[in-house]
T-cell receptor, first 112, second 112 residues
Framework: GDSVTQMEGPVTLSEEAFLTINCTYT??????LFWYVQYPGEGLQLLLK?????DKGSNKGFEATYRKETTSFHLEKGSVQVSDSAVYFC???????????FGKGTKLTVNP | DTAVSQTPKYLVTQMGNDKSIKCEQN?????MYWYKQDSKKFLKIMFS???????INETVPNRFSPKSPDKAHLNLHINSLELGDSAVYFC???????????FGQGTRLTVV
């Protein structure tokens, strides 16, 4: 079945450091790909998405590019802030299915 | 004007009790979900309804019963609660196609 694999956390960075959170997927066809963020005590919010190969999703300084050849959707940010501390989830949705499949989440802590 | 709202936000109850969690969305979406998030933040889909019809039913104990009285509501009833049911339960909705899901704030269930 479809699956999403994220890098194990937790990830701890200093403010203004570069962030990469790796995400790879296994799916047939061309799924849509998403990054969600969960701030402490809150629900999940969509951070960015990409619906076809080579699309780049971006929001709040975060970016991710849909790479079909490597089945990847890595999340990057050039300069993290303390307020970016949260759990980040990579997810996919296969066309024709209602199921949204999540990775296990990566906890990011940014220290001042 | 919360888009996806769940009640209650916190629920503490004893083993063996029966409890319900309610979810309402005012987005006009066709599809609604229940997800369970465990202590390690792993998100697992439980159920999905589309226009009041059950379309996804993962391997969830039959003590869990979803009910969708109309397209805007998806409630979760849990019988004979067990310690292992302690988790955060998220409701979500999606309009259809390859779009993202919108999540509620979660219900933290603690079974003692």
């Amino acid at each position: 079945g479809d699956s999403v694999t994220q890098m194990e956390g937790p990830v701890t960075l200093s403010e203004e450091a570069f962030l990469t959170i790796n995400c790879t997927y296994t799916a047939t066809g061309y799924p849509s790909l998403f990054w969600y963020v969960q701030y402490p005590g809150e629900g999940l919010q969509l951070l960015l998405k990409a619906t076809k190969a080579d699309d780049k999703g971006s929001n709040k300084g975060f970016e991710a590019t849909y790479r079909k050849e490597t089945t990847s959707f890595h999340l990057e940010k050039g300069s993290v802030q303390v307020s970016d501390s949260a759990v980040y989830f990579c997810a996919l949705k296969q066309g024709g299915s209602e199921k949204l499949v999540f990775g296990k989440g990566t906890k990011l802590t940014v220290n001042p | 004007d919360t888009a996806v709202s769940q009640t209650p936000k916190y629920l503490v109850t004893q083993m063996g009790n029966d409890k319900s969690i309610k979810c309402e969305q005012n987005l006009g979406h066709d599809t609604m979900y229940w997800y369970k998030q465990d202590s390690k933040k792993f998100l697992k889909i439980m159920f999905s309804y589309n226009n009041k019809e059950l379309i996804i039913n993962e391997t969830v104990p039959n003590r869990f019963s979803p009910k969708s009285p109309d397209k805007a509501h998806l409630n979760l009833h849990i019988n004979s609660l067990e310690l292992g049911d302690s988790a955060v339960y998220f409701c979500a909705s999606r309009p259809g196609g390859n779009t993202e899901a919108f999540f509620g704030q979660g219900t933290r269930l603690t079974v003692v």
